[in-house]
């Protein structure tokens, strides 16, 4: 009954070929993000969809496309991957901050991708 | 742009001593700030939160204080357990569902 799952947790491929992380979360929460941690160690984030609905995109390049089909749902699929792309892809997912309500995020246990 | 700095990568203390993790900010308008805490192969988890208008917030062990005018703030964690090694994270938001982090600091509790 984990809250915040992704799949794959390694995932070790070639320069060039697409992959997809899937990422599903229990608590029932509106938005779910997509953060990067790169090799020095800086947590950034990628995307976030609130209600299925892409809110924020940091620059990221075209290469990478988030999907959610619902609210629970958050893919991200990657195409033509290079060897800058290795590194740890987190997803998270939050309750809008509203009254009362923390501006916590709940992570997956991350995707460790490794580009050869 | 390193919005969030924590410039000490790693702390080891005894057990049973006080553990003080240190973070700088650079953006005036963060108006709150959290601190999470990873487990290797493990996603980070929620610690303790302050409010910018706040100085301090106490959660058991966890104390996390917040110096507005210095753009600081520290966690202490009292007294120190084993379970406290881990990488602690901070991170600043200004209310636009986009936390910025630190790089975070290994801390390890030395039995």
């Known amino acids: 009954d984990t809250a915040v799952s992704q799949t794959p947790k390694y995932l070790v491929t070639q320069m060039g070929n697409d992959k997809s992380i899937k990422c599903e979360q229990n608590l029932g929460h509106d938005t779910m993000y997509w953060y990067k941690q790169d090799s020095k160690k800086f947590l950034k984030i990628m995307f976030s969809?609130?209600?299925?609905?892409?809110?924020i995109n940091e620059t990221v390049p075209n290469r990478f496309s988030p999907k959610s089909p619902d609210k629970a749902h958050l893919n991200l699929h990657i195409n033509s991957l290079e060897l800058g792309d290795s590194a740890v892809y987190f997803c998270?997912?939050?309750?809008?901050?509203?009254?009362?309500?923390?501006?916590?995020?709940?992570f997956g246990s991350g995707t460790q991708l490794s580009v050869l | 742009d390193q919005q969030v700095k924590q410039n000490s990568p790693s702390l080891s203390v005894q057990e049973g001593r006080i553990s003080i993790l240190n973070c700088d900010y650079t953006?005036?308008?963060?108006?709150?700030f959290l601190w999470y805490k990873k487990y290797p192969a493990e996603g980070p988890t929620f610690l303790i939160s302050?409010?910018?208008?706040?100085d301090k917030n106490e959660d058991g062990r966890f104390t996390v204080f917040l110096n507005k005018s210095a753009k600081h703030l520290s966690l202490h964690i009292v007294p120190s357990q084993p379970g406290d090694s881990a990488v602690y994270f901070c991170a600043g938001d200004f209310g636009n569902e986009k936390l910025t982090f630190g790089t975070g600091t290994r801390l390890t509790i030395i039995p």
């Open positions: 998270a997912s939050s309750q809008v901050r509203g009254e009362g309500a923390d501006e916590k995020l709940f």
């Open positions: 302050i409010s910018s208008i706040k």
């Open positions: 969809y609130n209600n299925k609905e892409l809110i």
């Open positions: 953006n005036s308008m963060f108006d709150y």
